[in-house]
């Protein structure tokens, strides 16, 4: 989606937006993506639909950054899981919504790992606008987050495959159908998400961070954070574009095995697809299928791939691959400075540990992790983890990726007795 910004009203300056933390109680500027509809003016404003998504937090974590290797003041997490919803989705979810209600949609329909159905049903149940259809797959999908798709009243379809196969249907059901569709293959998914960059920048006094590290799934975020800060540069509202690296779970790595491995590129608006054709073909030949503990970003053919490889030629972007030892290892860390995370949203983290390693991303960098969803949204696998027994994985989860819980806080069995539970808070505080 491009604006034509010579026909629209565009701040002199990104500090502009500041003044509508002044207007608290008018809905739109309390919104933290619709106090930025000068930067995604697709529809009139009070056709937009808000339930207060983007009260979000940009925080500075000294003991992230001393685990991801550089300097302690440097590293910052953006963490989404603040949202209405518990996570990021609501910032594109209050778009794509928008937009659906200026189309006069009554259904809206979207294919599901979790955190997406979550947003969908919570927009249809507060607002009443329309009805939710949600196809999920039957594999993994936390509880946390399937929990409140039922809860706010969503038709939830559970069909035979994995979120791939999901993606298909409802692909198909809303042409058939005509019913609205709200994955982040719909643009204007990506309008909303572009405020989370909106809202980094303005934590940070509006001067570009070094870096932005964000988990790869569908690749919606890592599209959209691209387009925002291309935007901001074109318009001459930031001078320059933090570099952009895009993390996936080893068992599911489709974007990391095409842009490093297979040479996919942008090429300037050329991309050379036929790249990424082949190695779908391979896929489908071998039956494989993405397995990772990130439930969030197991899925092997994202729709927003070549939008994302135009975001990392923009950004001078990165792709690296995590296992999922490396991504709970890296969200016991976050947790353990008070901002818990879905696995998922620890990817990020991971891999800026590797990136760092690596000198890439070097110590005096000022880097942004973005942390896509609450902590509850997946809580068996924190419990998992922090049992001390990797073998919960494989009993609970289904899972034999992870070997080590070396930063597990696991409980302390006492007998109901108070000298031997004085002993063992003693024993703990040494």
Not at 210 to 219: A, E, H, K, S, T
Not at 366 to 376: A, F, K, S
Not at 407 to 415: L, R, S, T
Request: charged letters at 20%.
């Amino acid at each position: 989606m491009a604006y034509e910004w010579d026909r629209l009203r565009v701040p002199g300056e990104l500090s502009d937006f500041e003044q509508k933390w002044a207007r608290r109680n008018d809905p739109y500027c309390f919104s933290g993506v619709w106090r930025f509809h000068d930067l995604l003016p697709f529809a009139p404003l009070r056709q937009c639909v808000t339930v207060g998504e983007g009260q979000t937090l940009l925080h500075p974590s000294e003991g992230v950054a001393r685990y991801v290797g550089i300097t302690p003041g440097r590293l910052y997490l953006q963490y989404e899981g603040m949202n209405p919803s518990g996570s990021f989705k609501d910032n594109g979810m209050s778009a794509a919504f928008s937009h659906a209600r200026m189309v006069g949609a009554r259904r809206a329909a979207c294919a599901s790992t979790g955190n997406t159905s979550a947003s969908l049903a919570l927009y249809c149940s507060v607002t009443r606008l329309m009805k939710a259809v949600i196809f999920i797959g039957s594999g993994k999908i936390s509880y946390g987050k399937l929990s409140q798709a039922l809860d706010y009243g969503a038709l939830t379809v559970q069909i035979a495959g994995d979120f791939d196969d999901a993606m298909a249907r409802v692909q198909e059901v809303s042409r058939e159908l005509g019913i609205y569709l709200v994955n982040s293959v719909n643009p204007f998914r990506l309008e909303g998400q572009k405020t989370i960059m909106f809202r980094v920048l303005e934590a940070l006094g509006w001067q570009p961070p070094d870096w932005i590290v964000v988990p790869g799934g569908n690749l919606g975020n890592s599209s959209a954070f691209g387009k925002a800060f291309h935007e901001l540069h074109e318009l001459g509202l930031i001078d320059r574009i933090p570099r952009l690296a895009v993390i996936n779970a080893a068992g599911a790595n489709t974007l990391y095995e095409l842009v490093e491995h297979r040479g996919l590129r942008w090429n300037a608006g050329r991309p050379n697809l036929d790249v990424s054709d082949a190695y779908f073909a391979e896929m489908n030949a071998k039956h494989e299928r993405a397995s990772t503990l990130a439930s969030a970003i197991e899925i092997n053919r994202p729709v927003n791939l070549t939008k994302c490889i135009r975001a990392l030629e923009w950004c001078d972007g990165v792709v690296r691959e995590v296992t999922d030892q490396e991504i709970l290892d890296a969200k016991a860390q976050v947790g353990a400075g008070g901002m818990g995370c879905e696995p998922a949203s620890a990817a990020s983290v991971a891999g800026a540990k590797k990136l760092a390693a690596e000198g890439l991303i070097a110590s005096d960098d000022r880097v942004v992790c973005i942390l896509t969803g609450h902590q509850l949204k997946d809580p068996t696998a924190t419990v998992a983890y922090h049992s001390g027994d990797p073998k919960k994985f494989e009993e609970v989860l289904g899972s034999r990726g992870v070997e080590t819980t070396q930063f597990a806080n696991h409980p302390v069995a006492v007998p109901n007795n108070l000298d031997k539970i004085i002993e063992a808070i003693n024993t703990h505080d040494h």
